[in-house]
């Protein structure tokens, strides 16, 4: 039997891998609690939508504008700068007395984590060989799927037993011994190229980027996916009360969908290895679509489990397909900005989808408002099939 491996550049990965977990467990430390704590400050309900929304309309645009500094100056210095700037950010919650401290914090927070999803997915990009680049963002999505379920686990019971100072204080610690691994990665290469390009020029090479073929797939599949994602974490916790099932219920499904996303990464990131990343990717968002489109039918626990257990096989079909074809279809010169856009769509398909299909729900109820959570990833589908022109992309672009 042959032995798994991890990916080729092994003096970085280990060091990555706990990079992006400390810097990605903060904003799932703060999902569960963040509303709560905004109306104990005395926020208004249309208050507290806009301070939870305020982190991705800042994150969105700063994702681009630093995967622009990550060309330029490698992963390294952008990583330690937003890593420290978070731990900042998680100190400010505690000392938030207003809602309009909390709004300010999170806008701050929102910049400062601008940084770390493009360097920490280009150092994973830089650190993949040439034919184990599926793997490398498997395991790049592994540390992602491990924060969101040690924070989704966590954030609750610190708050309900310790106070919500007691999240936002593990919070900063994280981050701070993730900037302190930060600093002893190596620094990555800094392109030449970019140092010296003008900020217009780099507009056109974003808007390049965004034409260019196999990126259209990996860009629209991750707004779609987390689109979707964003309605469905905001219409399935309704449709299980229509149930007569509370709150367990949801954090169980939501549980079960992380471990399941996080468990098979490494699988799916081998299999867009060896077949390439076409299948993978329509073969996710075709079982996407088809578990978001059957969840409002279903009405006992066990079924939701197995559909949202669906979604996350889905999930970890097609995020490390997708996130390879980043690295596949981009030269190091313009990485940062290549990861940077990729993160931004994905802060940004939450954001949209949270409201937008709530919106939708409310005028064709919850029910046929959460089948609906499809579309997006139907619609990418068929637009991964049209870019990808029916052939499977060779494992070397």
Request: net charge positive; hydrophobic share 55%; aromatic share 10%.
């Amino acid at each position: 039997m042959r032995k798994l491996r991890i990916p080729e550049a092994r003096s970085v990965f280990p060091l990555n891998f706990a990079v992006t977990f400390t810097g990605f467990l903060d904003t799932h430390l703060l999902i569960p609690v963040v509303a709560l704590y905004a109306w104990n400050l005395g926020a208004s309900v249309g208050m507290i939508g806009l301070i939870v929304g305020l982190y991705s309309i800042a994150n969105t645009p700063a994702n681009i504008l630093f995967g622009r500094l990550v060309d330029r100056w490698g992963y390294k210095r952008p990583l330690v700068i937003g890593l420290a700037g978070d731990a900042v950010a998680m100190f400010l919650y505690a000392l938030c007395r207003l809602p309009f401290h909390l709004a300010l914090v999170r806008l701050f927070h929102g910049v400062t984590g601008g940084m770390v999803g493009p360097a920490t997915m280009s150092a994973a990009v830089d650190d993949a060989s040439g034919v184990r680049k599926g793997r490398a963002m498997g395991f790049y999505g592994t540390a992602m799927g491990l924060a969101t379920l040690v924070g989704y686990g966590l954030s609750g019971v610190m708050a309900s037993r310790l106070g919500y100072g007691s999240v936002f204080y593990f919070g900063a610690a994280m981050l701070v011994l993730g900037a302190l691994l930060a600093v002893v990665m190596p620094k990555g290469k800094a392109s030449m190229m970019a140092v010296h390009v003008p900020l217009g020029e780099d507009m056109k090479t974003i808007w390049r980027l965004l034409r260019r073929r196999g990126l259209v797939t990996s860009y629209s599949s991750i707004f779609a996916q987390y689109f979707a994602f964003g309605g469905v974490v905001t219409l399935l916790p309704l449709h299980v009360r229509t149930l007569g099932m509370g709150a367990f219920h949801v954090g169980m499904l939501l549980a079960i969908f992380a471990v399941v996303f996080t468990a098979l990464q490494f699988l799916g990131g081998g299999i867009s290895d060896r077949i390439g990343r076409l299948i993978p990717v329509t073969s996710g968002l075709a079982v996407c679509v088809v578990s978001v489109t059957v969840m409002p039918s279903l009405g006992s626990f066990a079924l939701l489990a197995m559909a949202i257990a669906l979604y996350g096989a889905a999930y970890a079909l097609l995020f490390p397909a997708i996130s390879a074809l980043v690295a596949d279809r981009t030269s190091p010169d313009e990485r940062g900005r290549a990861t940077g856009i990729f993160h931004a769509l994905l802060t940004g398909g939450v954001a949209i989808g949270a409201p937008v299909m709530g919106w939708v729900a409310q005028l064709v109820g919850v029910a046929l408002g959460l089948a609906l959570c499809s579309a997006a990833a139907a619609a990418a589908l068929v637009l991964a099939w049209v870019d990808l022109g029916g052939r499977a992309i060779a494992r070397r672009s």
